[in-house]
């Protein structure tokens, strides 16, 4: 048994173990000991997994898994109930985010275990390192950072001179976080994300001859819970700050402009981008491949489908879609004309001749 | 007072100091010391602010700010002109500029004081490295390199063998320019740029067994007062160069293909794409999440709205949005008459029965 | 002459020893040195060039280089034949690659003469690294990595514990690949890539306090033949593997959810975006730009568009373009009849009134 699966049935235990925690009756083999958590078609002896509906059922009888998380109503067909067990339960999605959660802290990723400045990171002596900290190999952290107890730099990562790090904060290998920006407790930093780069901002030089730098000397200021994809960028404000909410998520490759400042809980899906000055409300969602305008003031609770080009502010609880972006039923009606229009063109021609 | 506040004070002074530089009428207090810039809702005592518009101008009475920039027109309620100033200015926006203008200088980004070669760093004996010029932790700068005069290379920067960097460029901690490419004077490039990656190119391969690689054997040659931001990629040529010309501005997140001619002054907004070969005349607009085709010639000062796919070649001097891109009087009228369809669609229903 | 062009001279030769690998026929001086190879505008004295349309036939008198590949039908016009050559071909596109792939292995990118580990790479004891493989400065190697032979890791690399590397791997600088990760043999990671980290998964507190992460403990299993461009990101499988096929081609800044199963020779084109647990069949082409929503399953042998949106199931062999993406005829008579709709506005008006 491999060292990975050791540490899984210690997490685990048996089938038997699961049932409370996942809210499931048990029916086959109480104890079959579970030593990893795979998908169906690749699960080997030992693997949990999970059936979710018909399709995954009719593989459940053929499959290597050992135990699986089953929705009530399905039919599994015929299977050895004498060494495989099934946890019935209501929704085996969440039934396995609770297996996942019961995991957690048993990876590398949790570990406190390697706490420690690496001999090869390079700390100014003017930097306040809290207790427990632990940061990667040739990190860098430059004079007048505070990095807070438990936080954890990964390697290669930056931190510019006057960054501070709240507690428990989590910066994965290769992040930047550029001069006086600050990062909130408990936060998730990915692997590639440049905090504070300068914003987008020009002007036609007074003499006629080119293009002027707008300077930005404003900064950025990430709350505590919130997560940010890799490689996702998030410019610093001209002055004042740029600002993210607790518990805001961003998935990966995000373009966060300059003086945006998003409310708490908000939800962007990757390749989206928030132009300059604009405002997002709290716990309001914002699809993948999104584009919203700069200067603009989007409410509280609204949704944004994926793909929309918003132009335009946005009531409160708004749901909102296409390009430019309107109200979805607006714009659903919209597509629904659209996709009839081929068939009644050539009505349509006759009757305008 | 906080060191920054210091520094801030130093270049700013008092108000009185501040109103021939922004060319503005002082009211107020001339002698109030300014420790800060700050947006208005967010501003300390000492800190000066800008009211722009109407909605600024409410909040002025109650703000902390101690200095503002205030559009002539605007009307601001009562106000304690003892200890508080005001410089009315006809464009607060372009003061305020002139103000962060000042302040460039004192920052770390533009200090020289820091010049010198990072003891971590990795230069290899053949590479020459002008004066003043600085080298940040664990940057690698491989044989064949030359830097020029008070060029800024950044923690991390990896530059391949036989790169070229002009004078007083800037490269950002964790860029990566990779063999032969050509970075021009000035030129700032933010973290984690990717600077002559191999162009997506590949053909079926002969024993038609799969596919393969089309090598890349050109480069990327950068002019100089360019600006690229955090994370953008610009792939090498096949053979020849992808270049940049002098002045041109790309955000975050936008990505250039092989062999892609940029002329001098484009502006690209961020998470756009061009994809190989194309060209862009000087001076040329391109609004944000925007694609151009391969192959296709773009003129001289167009302009391209945001989100727009451009499919075809773009006169001189023309605007065009849309997708597939169009001129944007014709792309307006679509979206014009596109949202009205839904309620004329059961009257066009009814004349076609 | 330069090390470069000595190089590049002794694997062509003169243009003579051309004419057989490109299957042309020789027209000028046979015994004329190639030393590089350049854009027709650009081109210097020992420069080969291509020369592929009229435009191009027109210039070739005045260029400067010495050698051409050029399509058989073309019009050259009047050139000095007893100095330089031409290589009358097919295709000259497809010539020159052949001469490219001939200089593949000069360079620095294919060279073996540099394998080695740098003394600044830090390397786990508990990893094993095969023969021949080269790892740069500033890498990390973690724990449990093992790293096939002739393997190349660039400067800066990333490798988490657990990570296993195929031979002939390539990583260039500034990859990361997190924990427990699998790269195939001959795959290319551009610089910036980021493997393995989590996706964008959450679910509301159990306490409606906020927003809950789900943990991702599934990692990524890439093929062999596979190249990834700069700063994309794949993400890791919440459980199970997220899974990219053999020769599997995906462009820079594309963002692959977790869980995705990408099938062999699928090419993904820049600035896409594959949410999670969607699967791709194999051989499907995905221009620039898309967006393929979460937990579809798209065929075989497909075709998406550049900017396309995918929000459906796609059978294979089929072509779909457009937001929402359907068939590709439908998606362009939406289009044909979207452009005449302006001016037949004024005439349906009145129809209607």
Known sequence: MTEERRKVQAALGVADDLASLVGGTLEGCGTTEITGVQMLEDAQPGDLTFVGDAQYAKRWGDSKATVALVNRQLDLGDWDRTTRA?????????????????????????????????????????????????????????????????????????????????????????????????????????????????????????????IRKIPHRGNVVIGSDVEIGANTCIDRGKFGATSIGDSTKIDNLCQIGHNVRLGRMVMISGLSGIAGTTTVGDGTLIGGSS????????????????????????????????????????????????????????????LMS
């Open 86 to 210: 099934v946890l019935w339960v209501d929704d085996a999605d969440h039934a396995m985010i609770a297996v996942l959660e019961r995991l957690e802290g048993m990876d590398r990723d949790s570990g406190s275990d390697d706490a420690g400045i690496s001999p090869s990171a390079i700390v100014d002596p003017d930097a306040r390192v809290g207790e427990g900290v632990s940061i990667g190999p040739n990190a860098v952290v430059e004079a007048g950072c505070s990095i807070g107890s438990r936080a954890r730099i990964g390697a290669n990562v930056i931190l510019e001179s006057g960054v501070h790090i709240d507690e428990d904060a989590v910066l994965h290998a290769q992040v930047v976080v550029r001069w006086n920006c600050r990062i909130g407790a408990r936060t998730i930093l990915h692997s590639g994300v440049v905090v504070g780069s300068d914003g987008f901002g020009y002007r036609p030089a007074p003499d006629g001859s080119g």
């Open 291 to 350: 584009g919203l305008a700069d200067h603009l003031k989007i409410g509280r609770e609204c949704q944004i489908a994926a793909r929309s080009g918003v132009m335009n502010d946005i009531p409160d609880g708004e749901t909102w879609g296409g390009f430019p972006a309107k109200e979805i039923r607006q714009a659903l009606k919209e597509q629904a004309v659209l996709r009839k229009l081929p068939e009644w063109s050539k009505r349509l021609k006759k």
